[in-house]
């Protein structure tokens, strides 16, 4: 990154802007001074420190999420557990999978028509997209540990609930209350991190995290292959053991949330006193801070009309597309390669194993080489062409196909991770990065809802081409705006060097890109 002699150091070397307003005048020194006390902090005690974090917060973190996404998902996985039909040719394309014969699915025990199951998706994400903001205000408010253990225990309860309706409007209300507990979870982790972790640490910490949905998926197959044989055990279907089974453990493990998910730095009694100093130190000049007040209305206000954001919530909502479908319908989507019944749920597996894989040594780069930008603009096309490539391939190509999907799952999953560390790096309140994480992932809602109309099932023999082409063009969409907001970031930077536009951001910091 660029520099000249009027510029100093922050703890990552990042060039920082000397601030030159008036008021401040007195202060003229306040970079070099931050500088120089960043330059005394014991690399190896540091590095120490954060191996110390890490064991504590980020499996706790990722499981956490694994449970969240298990418990969201698992209706998609059920509904390919056991599909709405009872002749092949009244198949709406998918495959026919256990006791369809029986009549023991949802729709059935229901009455659910097949439009009214995708609203009953959709509504989740609505609520989901409301409640973000909210939640990430009330995470700071009572402390990390109180609120993400309450959402897991409501979420948990309502998943177990959902194994009790016996009708459309039940559906949807129990299944908005889950978007309303769960769309805090995501953000707020994201935002958790911001307090214990750098700019250059947060990437591989929410690939960590992120990639525990792919393993979510890949056990959510694995469940649905087993609990499919559960059905008819005590009277009830296998689709509502499926969602009991997978609400009962986030009810419990929120308890263990409660008690050990530090809430600061500042306040970690597993922490020495010299560690807690250090760990604030740290992140003197970046990232949250646990003593810092909420949201204030000026912070809200300088976020919300910061155009610039708009542009990170505008790339998010194009993956958001992608995620959203594979998350839902990877098991129709490998039904429609020829393997049926139970082996569809299966098969469901490499794909996400293989993304997690991916998603891990990309984020890890980003991170290293400080490239965010370029990692998620390199993924995105990959999983663009592989998209592309199956809408192309004949119907018939399973294979080839499958080799596209797993292609696919690793492009679209791998280019979040850096995508959140961005923004997140590009935030300089305690406020502002609460507030900006959750309306990222809020924008990225109305995407989650595109993805659940894309892949219709009378597309299934066809090899459903239009979410395919849907998923290439958003993908493409997003290697584009961050190319985009990566040169526009340069142009920011040049202008900063030259003694310009600071006010305009409130920033004494080059942009990260």
Not at 96 to 122: C, P, V
Not at 200 to 222: D, K
Not at 370 to 394: D, K, Q, W
Not at 436 to 456: D, E, H, K, R
Request: proline letters at 4%; a neutral charge.
């Amino acid at each position: 990154m660029p520099s000249d002699t009027s510029s100093s150091l922050d703890l990552q070397g990042e060039v920082k802007i000397p601030d030159t307003s008036a008021e401040n005048a007195e202060k003229g020194g306040l970079e070099v001074v931050a500088a120089s006390e960043a330059s005394i902090i014991d690399a190896t005690k540091s590095k120490a420190l954060v191996w110390k974090q890490d064991l504590r917060i980020v499996p706790l973190c990722a499981a956490i999420y694994l449970l969240c996404y298990l418990d969201r998902s698992n209706i998609g996985e059920q509904e390919d557990l056991q599909k709405r039909v009872t002749k092949p040719d009244e198949s709406s394309g998918n495959a026919k999978t256990l006791n369809a014969n029986k009549k023991h699915d949802l729709l059935d025990n229901t009455g659910m028509t097949s439009f009214q199951y995708t609203i009953a998706l959709m509504v989740f994400l609505v609520a989901y997209a409301i409640f973000e903001v909210p939640s990430n205000y009330f995470l700071k408010k009572l402390n990390p540990s109180r609120w993400i253990a309450f959402l897991m225990f409501a979420w948990g309860c309502i998943t177990i609930g959902l194994g009790g309706v016996h009708s459309f409007a039940s559906v949807t209300v129990v299944r908005f209350l889950l978007g309303v507990f769960e769309a805090g979870l995501f953000p707020g982790l994201v935002y958790y991190l911001t307090f214990w972790y750098s700019t250059s640490e947060r990437s591989i910490r929410v690939a960590f995290i992120l990639a525990s949905a792919t393993l979510a998926g890949a056990f959510g197959g694995a469940l649905a292959f087993a609990i499919g044989h559960m059905d008819g055990t005590h009277g009830l279907s296998a689709w509502r053991w499926l969602f009991m089974l997978e609400g009962i453990p986030s009810v419990l493990s929120s308890i263990a949330v409660y008690f050990f998910l530090p809430d600061y730095p500042e306040t970690a009694q597993w922490l020495s006193e010299e560690e807690k100093a250090l760990a604030v130190a740290r992140l003197q000049n970046e990232g949250s801070h646990g003593h810092s007040k909420s949201l204030t209305w000026s912070e809200a206000k300088m976020t919300l009309i910061d155009w610039r954001l708009y542009m990170h919530y505008a790339v998010y909502f194009g993956i958001s597309v992608p995620f959203s479908s594979l998350s839902l319908f990877t098991p129709s989507i490998t039904a429609g390669l020829g393997f049926e019944n139970l082996e569809s749920q299966l098969m469901t597996v490499p794909p996400y194993a293989v993304a997690y894989v991916v998603t891990i040594l990309v984020s890890w780069s980003a991170d290293h080489f400080n490239a965010r930008a370029l990692h998620s603009a390199a993924l995105s096309t990959i999983g663009a062409c592989a998209f592309l490539a199956s809408a192309l391939l004949p119907p018939t190509a399973y294979m080839h196909r499958y080799g596209c999907l797993i292609v696919a799952c690793s492009g679209a999953f791998a280019c979040i991770p850096p995508l959140l560390g961005w923004l997140s790096s590009n935030l300089h309140t305690t406020g502002a990065v609460g507030l900006a994480i959750a309306l990222n992932i809020s924008f990225g809602a109305p995407g989650q809802i595109t993805g659940v109309w894309i892949y219709t099932a009378n597309e299934a023999k066809k090899g459903y081409p239009t979410g395919h082409w849907v998923n290439a063009g958003m993908l493409f969409f997003v290697a584009a705006g961050c190319v985009l907001l990566r040169f526009y970031y340069m142009y920011l930077n040049r202008r900063l060097l030259r003694g310009g536009g600071v006010e305009d951001y409130g920033a004494r910091r080059l942009f990260r890109y």
